[in-house]
């Protein structure tokens, strides 16, 4: 049973524009939400997150949205840039249990 | 160094042999996973430490799998009698407070 979920695998976004990558999960327990940035042959990087008492956090181009009533959050990238494109991956953690759960990712190509 | 280490970053094995996967957490970090990444899949929960409590074990897939790590510093992970579908990218993480910082990863090849 997958509790966060990543339902696009892939995502082609052209040079310039807004990136959104989605994420619902299941459990009604989790407060803590991240985003992974991969590239192949590497480890994850851990690029934003977000807790539950916040709706949105902002880092540079990145910017984390959190509906916590849909149980959906949302990556945003303005502007996409070349270097973005990866694998962007989903993860979230919840009270009392601080393993981290990830979704199977979304592979962003950004289009020159 | 700054960062998780693992070694070795490739393993070819044969299938029946056991293999053992090392990992370095960040000093301090109290916190320690162990993920896999199948060719094409997700990451996959494997095994996740924290501190002097007993790990959570839920995620390894069968007993052939196994995990030690000593007090807040290595940990090996053991795949005893290989499979093919053991062949997969193990990757370990650690972490203190919020997010975890993940290794290069392992390569595990089993023919």
């Known amino acids: 049973d997958q509790q966060v979920k990543q339902n696009s695998p892939s995502l082609s976004v052209q040079e310039g524009r807004i990136s959104i990558l989605n994420c619902d999960y299941t459990n009604s327990m989790f407060d803590y939400f991240l985003w992974y940035k991969k590239y192949p042959a590497e480890g994850p990087t851990f690029l934003i997150s977000?807790?539950?008492?916040?709706d949105k956090n902002e880092d540079g181009r990145f910017t984390v949205f959190l509906n916590k009533s849909a149980k959906h959050l949302s990556l945003h990238i303005v502007p996409s840039q070349p270097g973005d494109s990866a694998v962007y991956f989903c993860?979230?953690?919840?009270?009392?249990?601080?393993?981290?759960?990830f979704g199977k990712g979304t592979r962003l190509h950004i289009l020159p | 160094g700054a960062g998780v280490s693992q070694s070795p970053s490739n393993k070819v094995t044969e299938k029946g042999k056991d293999v053992e996967l090392r990992c370095d957490p960040i000093?301090?970090?109290?916190?320690l996973y162990w993920y896999r990444q199948r060719l094409g899949q997700g990451l996959e929960f494997l095994i996740y430490?924290?501190?002097?409590?007993?790990?959570?074990k839920s995620g390894l897939p069968s007993d052939r799998f196994s995990a030690e790590r000593t007090g807040e510093s290595v940990s090996t992970l053991t795949i005893q009698r290989t499979q093919q579908e053991d062949s997969a990218v193990y990757l370990c993480a650690s972490s203190l407070v919020g997010p975890a910082f993940f290794g290069p990863g392992t390569r595990l090849t089993v023919l």
């Open positions: 977000i807790s539950s008492i916040k």
């Open positions: 430490f924290q501190g002097n409590s007993a790990p959570d």
């Open positions: 000093s301090g970090h109290t916190a």
């Open positions: 993860a979230a953690s919840g009270l009392g249990d601080d393993k981290i759960i």
